[in-house]
C-alpha cells in the first residue's frame, strides 16, 4: 500500500513493544506540541502559532508540562498577549451579565459545580475555554488519521497485520476507538476475523498484566523474597497504563536545550 506521513509513526509504536501502540503515538503528539510551541525552533514568535494559543490557551494538564519544559520566557510571550486577549473577552462577559431568577428549589439543592451544566452566560464562556487546548487540539486533529491508518494497514499491509497480531493489544480507552471505529471502517466478513483477534488480544493482554502485578504483591511475602520478579517490576505503571491510558511513570518533558 501506499505510505503516509502516518504509516511510519504507526509501524514504529507497534514495534515499540508498548502496551498500548496509541498511548504512544499520542505522547509523540504531545511532546511535538511541546517542542513546536517552545522548543529552539521559537514557533511562539510566529503570528499564525501566537494567533492560535492566544484564542485557545491551553489545558491545566499542558500548562503543567509548558512549565516543566522550562522555556519561561517563551511560556511568558505566549501568556502576555493570551491574558491581553482573554482580559478583552472576560470584560465583554461581564459587561453583558445578567444574573438568572432565583427559586427556593434550587438555593435548597447541593452545590455541584463540577458536573452540572453551566446556567450563566460567564459559566458557558468558561466552559468554551476549558474544551480547547493548543496541544489537546494537535493531538485530536491527528489522532483520528492514525485510527483510519491503522485499518488501512490491518487490510493491507501482511507486515502490519503480524505486528498487530503480536502486540501487546490497547489501554482500554483506544480499545474502545478500534471497536466503534471497525463498526464503519470494516464490512461483516472483515468484522468477523477483526473483532475476535481483538479481543483474543485484549484478553490475553489483561490476564498477563493481572498476573504480572499480583506476583509484585506476592514478591512482598518473606518466602518469596528470592523468587524471580520476572516482569513485575514495572507491573503498577504497566496496568495504569491499561487502564486508563497515559504514561504515569514518565518523568517531566524538559527542554534539550
Known amino acids: 500500500m501506499k505510505e503516509s506521513i502516518y504509516t511510519i509513526p504507526l509501524m514504529d509504536a507497534f ?7 496509541f498511548c504512544y503515538i499520542e505522547r509523540n503528539l504531545e511532546q511535538h506540541a511541546i517542542r513546536f510551541a517552545l522548543g529552539s525552533g521559537a514557533s511562539y514568535m510566529e503570528d499564525d502559532v501566537r494567533a492560535r494559543t492566544d484564542q485557545v490557551g491551553f489545558c491545566r494538564h499542558h500548562y503543567k508540562m509548558m512549565f516543566d519544559y522550562g522555556n519561561r520566557l517563551g511560556s511568558a510571550l505566549i501568556l502576555s498577549t493570551h491574558f ?18 432565583s427559586s427556593m428549589l434550587r438555593r435548597m439543592k447541593k452545590s455541584s459545580p463540577d458536573t452540572a451544566l453551566p446556567k450563566t452566560s460567564i459559566g458557558i464562556w468558561i466552559a468554551e475555554k476549558e474544551s480547547r487546548c493548543y496541544v489537546c487540539d494537535h493531538i485530536h486533529e491527528n489522532y483520528g488519521r492514525y485510527v483510519d491508518t491503522f485499518f488501512e494497514l490491518y487490510l493491507n499491509s501482511p507486515e502490519f497485520l ?12 483506544h480499545f474502545s ?8 471502517k470494516l464490512n461483516d466478513k472483515q468484522k468477523s476475523d477483526f473483532y475476535p483477534l481483538l479481543f483474543d488480544l485484549m484478553k490475553q493482554n489483561m490476564k498477563r498484566l493481572e498476573e504480572e502485578v499480583t506476583w509484585f504483591t506476592e514478591k512482598y511475602d518473606y518466602r518469596n523474597k528470592d523468587k524471580d520478579w520476572g516482569n513485575s517490576r514495572d507491573s ?3 496496568c495504569m497504563q491499561k ?3 497515559g504514561y504515569p511513570a514518565d518523568p517531566a518533558f524538559v527542554s534539550d536545550r
Open 15 to 21: 514495534k515499540a513493544d508498548d502496551e498500548c501502540p
Open 84 to 101: 491581553k486577549k482573554l482580559n478583552e473577552e472576560l470584560e465583554e462577559q461581564i459587561r453583558h451579565f445578567v444574573p438568572g431568577k
Open 162 to 173: 503480524e505486528l498487530f497480531k503480536h502486540s501487546k493489544g490497547f489501554c482500554l480507552h
Open 177 to 184: 476507538h478500534l471497536v466503534e471505529t471497525a463498526q464503519d
Open 236 to 238: 503498577v505503571q504497566r
Open 243 to 245: 487502564d486508563r491510558g
